[in-house]
C-alpha cells in the first residue's frame, strides 16, 4: 500500500473510531446497572444493522475481552485529562438522562426547554442580560461537501425565519482545532472515497465495538477533548448543532468539561445520511436528533435514543431545490443549453469522486447510437481540475453535445435543466434530485456508509444503481427512450422528497430558542 493510502486509512481510522467509549460502555454494563443510571433500553443491541457482523445478544462478553476492556479504561482514565467528567450514561450533561419522563409533553419548545440542561429555558432569560444575537454553532467537518451545504441550508433559514436574532457560524472543528493527524481527515476522505476496498475496511474497524473502543481510548489520550473545550468557549454559543458524525461524542465531552459536568448549552444533532448512517450520530447525551428518514428514525432508537429526541423532519436542502424554476426550456437558455436536447447531468460529487471519465464516455457513445432526439451531456467534475480540464479538450462522437464545469454553485438550475441525473450516492444530491423530481442512475456508493441511500432511491421508485459505465449509458437511454417513465420516476422522486425539511428544522430551533413561532414560516412546513 502507498504512503498515502497508509497515511489515509491511519488518519479515517483513527479519526472514525475515535467516539465509542460510551457505547461500549453501555453493551458491557450489567443491564441492571445500566437502568438504575437513566432511562434507557437494555443493552440487547445488534450492530448487524450497522453494517457491522458483531453482535450481542443477551450473553455477555468473554472474560478475556472483558478484562482486556477493563485494563483499556483503566489506561485511559490515567491519561484523561484532569478534571475531566465520567463519560457513562449518568455523567454530566442534560438533565433529559434523569428521569424518563421529560419533554414528553407539549410542543418542541415545552419538550426541549424540559430536556436541556443548561438549556433554552436559561438561554431565554440570558437574553434579556445579555442583548444581542443568539449565538448558533454549526459543527462540521468538510469530508464532502454536503455537511456544510446543509448547515448553510440551515443557516439561511434561521435568518429568513428569525430575522435579526441569530449570528451563525460553521466550524470544522477537526481541522481547526485537532492535531495531527486528526486535523487531515478531510484529505484521508478524499483519498479513501477512490478506494472502495479500502472504505470498506474502515468502515468494518470503525462499527466494531472492541477497536473503536481502544482508539477512543488513544484520541482522548491525545488530548483534543481540551482543544475542543477551547474552541467552544472561544465560540461561546447559545446552541451547538452537529451536522456530522464525528461531532458529537467529544464536542459533547468538552461542553460538559466547560461547564463542570453540566454542559452551558444545547446540543442538537442533524443527521444528514438518508438511509443508513453510521453509529456515532446517535449520541444519547443530545436534547435533540434530528433524522431525515423513517429508516434512521429506527436506527436512532436503536442506538438508545427516546422517542421524545428524536424527530422526523428530512435532510436540510437550499430552497432553490424546490422552489418553481421559470421552467425547463428557459432554464437550459439561461445555461447556455440547447433547450430542445434531452440533457443528462453527470455529477461527481463535491470533490468529483468516481469513474466520470469513464461514464461520460459511455453516455457519449450511446448517445450517438440515438435517431431520435439529439441529447446533451452535461458533467459537473466539482474539485477535480484535471478531470475538468482533461474532459473539456476531449474530442466527442457527432451530434453529441457534452458541456464540462468544475465546482458549480448553481447546481439547482442544472438539476432544473436535466432529464436525467447520473451520480453517486451521496445522500445530499439525493435529496436534491428528489426535490427537483429527477431520475436517478447511482453509479458508485461508499460500502457502509451509503449503502441504505441506494435502497433508498431504488425502493422509492425513482432511481437505478448501476455500476458499469456501459451499464449506466444503456439505462439513461432508455429512460430517455420512455417519456411515460421518466415521467412516473419523476413523480415518485417527489413523493420521495422532504422538501420544506430546512424550514422545519429551522423553525423547530429557533422556536426552542426564540421562544415564539415565526410568522414567516410556509404554509406547507407549518402544518408539520
Known amino acids: 500500500m502507498s504512503t498515502a493510502k497508509s497515511r489515509a486509512l491511519l488518519v479515517l481510522s483513527a479519526v472514525c473510531t475515535g467516539h465509542a467509549h460510551t457505547e461500549l460502555r453501555t453493551r458491557v454494563a450489567p443491564a441492571a446497572a445500566y437502568r438504575a443510571t437513566a432511562p434507557l433500553a437494555a443493552p440487547r443491541m445488534a450492530l448487524g444493522a450497522a453494517g457491522g457482523g458483531w453482535a450481542r445478544r443477551g450473553g455477555s462478553l468473554s472474560a478475556h475481552v472483558r478484562s482486556s476492556l477493563a485494563t483499556l479504561r483503566r489506561i485511559g482514565g490515567r491519561l484523561r485529562a484532569p478534571g475531566a467528567p465520567s463519560r457513562g450514561p449518568a455523567s454530566g450533561g442534560s438533565s433529559h438522562l434523569g428521569g424518563s419522563g421529560a419533554g414528553r409533553d407539549g410542543g418542541p419548545t415545552a419538550q426541549l426547554a424540559a430536556t436541556a440542561g443548561g438549556g433554552f429555558a436559561s438561554r431565554a432569560a440570558a437574553r434579556e442580560r445579555r442583548p444581542g444575537k443568539l449565538r448558533v454553532l454549526f459543527l462540521i467537518s468538510d469530508t464532502g461537501g454536503g455537511h456544510r451545504a446543509s448547515a448553510q441550508a440551515l443557516e439561511a433559514a434561521l435568518h429568513e425565519l428569525y430575522p435579526g436574532a441569530f449570528d451563525c457560524s460553521i466550524l470544522d472543528i477537526w481541522t481547526r482545532h485537532s492535531r495531527w493527524p486528526y486535523n487531515t481527515c478531510v484529505q484521508g476522505y478524499r483519498c479513501l472515497a477512490k478506494r472502495p476496498l479500502a472504505w470498506r475496511l474502515l468502515w468494518t474497524y470503525s462499527v466494531f465495538p472492541p477497536t473503536r473502543e481502544a482508539t477512543s481510548l ?122 430542445d436536447y434531452d440533457t443528462v447531468l453527470v455529477v461527481g460529487g463535491g470533490d468529483g469522486v468516481g469513474q466520470l471519465g469513464a461514464i461520460v464516455d459511455a453516455l457519449a457513445s450511446a448517445a450517438a447510437l440515438r435517431a431520435r432526439t439529439p441529447t446533451q451531456i452535461v458533467v459537473v467534475c466539482g474539485r477535480n481540475r484535471a478531470l475538468c480540464a482533461e474532459l473539456q479538450l476531449r474530442p466527442w462522437p457527432a451530434g453529441v453535445r457534452v458541456v464540462v464545469h468544475g465546482f458549480v454553485s448553481q447546481m439547482s438550475d442544472f438539476m432544473a435543466a436535466a432529464d436525467v441525473l447520473v451520480t453517486k450516492a451521496g445522500p445530499g444530491t439525493i435529496a436534491e434530485a428528489s426535490a427537483r423530481g429527477l431520475p436517478l442512475v447511482l453509479s458508485s456508493f461508499l460500502p457502509g456508509q451509503e449503502a441504505g441511500n441506494v435502497q433508498f432511491v431504488t425502493r422509492g421508485g425513482f432511481g437505478a444503481y448501476r455500476h458499469r459505465p456501459s451499464a449506466i449509458a444503456s439505462t439513461v437511454m432508455s429512460w430517455l427512450d420512455s417519456p411515460q417513465q421518466l415521467a412516473d420516476m419523476s413523480s415518485n422522486a417527489l413523493a420521495a422528497s422532504r422538501p420544506l425539511a430546512t424550514y422545519e428544522i429551522a423553525h423547530d430551533i429557533g422556536t426552542m430558542l426564540v421562544g415564539r413561532e415565526s410568522q414567516l414560516m410556509p404554509r406547507a412546513a407549518a402544518s408539520s
Do not use: Y
Request: glycine share 8%.
Open 218 to 339: 488513544l484520541v482522548r489520550a491525545a488530548g483534543i477533548v481540551p482543544r475542543f473545550e477551547r474552541a467552544l468557549a472561544d465560540a461561546s454559543p447559545d446552541l451547538v448543532i452537529s451536522m456530522h458524525p464525528l461531532t458529537q461524542d467529544l464536542p459533547l465531552s468538552a461542553l460538559e468539561r466547560l461547564g463542570g459536568g453540566r454542559r452551558p448549552c444545547p446540543f442538537v444533532t442533524v443527521v444528514t445520511d438518508l438511509g443508513s448512517a453510521h453509529p456515532h450520530w446517535f449520541d444519547r447525551r443530545v436534547d435533540t436528533c434530528f433524522v431525515p428518514s423513517e429508516a434512521l428514525r429506527r436506527a436512532a432508537r436503536r442506538r438508545g435514543l427516546r422517542n421524545s429526541q428524536v424527530r422526523l423532519r428530512g435532510l436540510p436542502i437550499r430552497p432553490t431545490f424546490w422552489q418553481s424554476p421559470t421552467g425547463k426550456v428557459e432554464t437550459r437558455h439561461a445555461l447556455g443549453l440547447k433547450p
